[in-house]
Nanobody, 126 residues
Framework: VQLQASGGGLSQAGDSLRLSCAAD????????MGWFRQAPGKEREFVAA????????YYADSVKGRFTISRDSAKNTVYLQMNSLKPEDTGVYYC????????????????????WGQGTLVTVSS
């Protein structure tokens, strides 16, 4: 599956942004989806994940309560609604797809995701 992330931009602390990740339509519903981010000079880190059914989600502690992942199968798109943005949320955000069912901490392992989008930059100023 090919993924295309969009929606990044420049925001101020406390603002909201919604990222989108469009899939090419090839059996999108077969993939569990995730969002990762990479800040300058840091390793890529897990943000959120959602099961293929959309019925189960998992979040990094740093974004829990502020970010919401969702998916729309009719549009072959997964979203990341980001509220109450903080400067530490700055980074390139990547969407990723996986055919594996992950449980708990497994969701955080980027090696479990075989398909990656190109990334969209989010910059949050204080």
């Amino acid at each position: 599956v090919q993924l295309q992330a969009s929606g990044g931009g420049l925001s101020q602390a406390g603002d909201s942004l919604r990222l989108s990740c469009a899939a090419d339509g090839r059996t999108f519903s077969n993939y569990n989806m995730g969002w990762f981010r990479q800040a300058p000079g840091k390793e890529r880190e897990f943000v959120a994940a959602i099961r293929r059914s959309g019925g189960s989600t998992y979040y990094a502690d740093s974004v829990k309560g502020r970010f919401t992942i969702s998916r729309d199968s009719a549009k072959n798109t997964v979203y990341l609604q980001m509220n109450s943005l903080k400067p530490e949320d700055t980074g390139v955000y990547y969407c990723a797809g996986s055919t594996l069912n992950s449980y708990g901490l497994e969701n955080r392992d980027p090696r479990r995701y075989a398909f990656w989008g190109q990334g969209t930059l989010v910059t949050v100023s204080s």
